[in-house]
């Protein structure tokens, strides 16, 4: 690990504090988006965040530093099933000498869950886990809360005016499988990630392209070199010291500011590509 990471990664440890729920700079609920559960149906639970003005959390993969937020569903009540979370598209934040892959502002992942057929017209259900963040500003809080939700059974929900925008928001923002011709080698250290045709000239800044890893394979400590040649830009990113040798496949989403359609409007490009 290099010595930046290594100074990050105490500072995490040492720098706790506590804070009552209403105190706390970092706001959660968890909602539904629907007003209850129809038996044998899925539904979406969502985390809602509310970040106090210079305060983030994280992504699933932070970066080289950071603790991505996570729920551990306590005794679900029997046939409920959680399904893989849908993260809220990330942003790049820069936090002391680093790039951390964080959230700000208020935004919402969504926790999709199915309900069991043998629920009850008319009954209640409680769900409920233990949920842990870490939060960072000039400092960085680790937290811990219990957080649930109680919900009636109904023949057919009806989605909550309330959070209708929010959940869209996410979905909107998810990354979009594109016609772009994708490919990646490894040389040493070093993933190389060509795209074809290549980006308009002048070629992006690296913050303006940025390719964030599913995976904790790519450092956040060292900017991408962004070359553009005649057919194609090379996005050059150094593995971190704790990648494995070989990455099977390279996964995650290519981020454009400018956006990847005519309209600029699709911004995030899936990733799915065979790598080592």
């Known amino acids: 690990m290099k010595l930046t990471s290594c100074i990050l990664s105490l500072s995490?440890?040492?720098?706790?504090?506590?804070?009552?729920?209403?105190?706390?700079?970092?706001?959660?609920?968890?909602?539904?988006?629907?007003?209850?559960?129809?038996?044998?149906?899925p539904f979406n639970l969502g985390l809602f965040l509310r970040h106090d003005p210079g305060w983030h959390t994280y992504w699933k993969n932070p970066g080289d530093v950071g603790l991505a937020p996570k729920i551990e569903w306590k005794g679900l009540p029997n046939g409920f099933q959680s399904k893989p979370v849908i993260w809220a598209s990330p942003q790049l934040h820069k936090m002391g000498v680093i790039d951390v892959q964080a959230y700000h502002g208020e935004i919402l992942h969504i926790h999709p869950m199915v309900a069991p057929k043998d629920l009850k017209i008319g009954a209640k259900v409680t769900l409920q886990g233990q949920l842990s963040w870490l939060m960072c500003s000039r400092k960085c809080i680790p937290a811990w809360e219990k957080v649930t939700i109680t919900l009636p059974v109904v023949a057919k929900s009806k989605v909550t005016p309330k959070w209708k925008t929010k959940f869209q928001q996410t979905r909107n923002e998810q990354p979009k499988a594109l016609q772009r011709s994708l490919t990646a080698t490894t040389h040493g250290n070093t993933v190389e990630l060509t795209i074809q045709p290549p980006l308009p000239s002048p070629a992006p800044k690296p913050r303006e392209?940025?390719?964030?890893?599913?995976?904790?394979?790519?450092?956040?400590?060292?900017?991408?070199?962004?070359?553009?040649?005649?057919n194609s830009t090379i996005l050059k990113m150094e593995k971190t010291d704790w990648a494995p040798n070989n990455i099977p496949r390279l996964q995650g989403h290519l981020y454009f500011k400018k956006g990847w359609d005519n309209a600029g409007k699709i911004h995030n490009l899936l990733v799915d590509i065979p790598l080592d």
């Open 209 to 230: 392209l940025w390719f964030f890893c599913n995976e904790n394979h790519l450092t956040t400590q060292t900017l991408p070199t962004i070359i553009n040649q005649q």
């Open 12 to 41: 995490l440890l040492l720098s706790g504090s506590v804070f009552s729920k209403e105190e706390q700079p970092v706001h959660i609920q968890l909602i539904c988006e629907t007003d209850g559960i129809t038996p044998g149906q």
